[in-house]
């Protein structure tokens, strides 16, 4: 008699899960046609707003493209043919000619940079520049022009924080010119690079009488790039302690 209970309490409760998930599966589809149909008079409501969204959108995709390809594109060929034009008047000498900036017919680095200063040979044009305006003794332009370059390849950039720093050296700015070398060791994982200017750093800043931090970079060499340096570390090292 339990045993036949039993079977029909189980019975009862199996149709009554059943029924509960049926009932659950009903709401659900109820509540999934409701989400449904506010989507829908959400879209009937909103379709000019959404139209207008996509449309701008898609104005701005196909606008990046058309500016990569119609304006990008030829402005870095323009920029090229000045540039390449202004390398071979540095290959030969001829530092005025390269620099150039002083006609259309031949805008050299300057001009180039001038033009083109957003595209990638426009900013090594500025690179370039600088340098050359270095060389003239002009280290404010020099600085200004180097100011302008940038790049993706980090011992480029190392160098550059360099070629701006002997600018500052140049204008008596030691301060800024000691951070700057400082950014120079730091800007690339190249070890000679990062030797040159650490060893350039401690050497400005022992002449500015900084010894802690001369110490600093002459330790610094000392500890990591001994391959580069013939053993002149202890000596800087040594020399601190009596400059």
């Known amino acids: 008699m339990h045993f036949y209970f039993t079977k029909i309490m189980a019975k009862d409760n199996k149709h009554n ?5 049926g009932k659950e599966t009903v709401e659900f589809f109820k509540d999934l046609d409701k989400e449904a149909l506010q989507t829908e ?3 009937e409501k909103n379709s000019k707003m959404l139209g207008i969204v996509f449309g701008v959108l898609l104005a701005g995709v196909l606008g990046f493209f058309a500016y990569q390809q119609f304006i990008v594109a030829p402005k ?3 920029a090229m043919k000045g540039y390449l034009a202004a390398q071979k008047h540095l290959n030969d000498g001829n530092d005025a000619e390269a620099l150039g900036g002083k ?7 300057l001009g180039t940079q001038k033009e083109y200063g957003n595209t990638d040979v426009g900013k ?11 060389k003239e003794g002009k280290y404010q332009e020099a600085y200004d022009l180097l100011d302008k370059f940038s790049s993706g390849n980090k011992i480029l950039m190392a160098l550059k924080y360099g070629a701006m720093a002997d600018c500052k050296s140049n204008l008596n700015q030691n301060d800024e010119a000691l951070s700057l070398l400082e950014k120079a060791a730091g800007a690339s994982s190249d070890p000679y690079t990062m030797y040159f200017f650490t060893k350039k750093a401690g050497t400005v800043a022992l002449g500015m009488d900084k010894k802690d931090v001369a110490k600093k970079h002459f330790t610094t060499i000392d500890q990591k790039y001994k391959d580069y340096d013939n053993g002149m570390s202890d000596a800087y ?7």
């Open 103 to 109: 006609s259309a017919a031949n805008p050299g680095f």
């Open 41 to 43: 008079r959400f879209l």
């Open 124 to 134: 090594l044009s500025a690179y370039n520049a600088g340098l050359l305006k270095f």
């Open 76 to 78: 870095n060929e323009e």
């Open 17 to 21: 899960k059943k029924e509960q998930e």
């Open 237 to 243: 090292i040594e020399m601190v302690k009596y400059f």
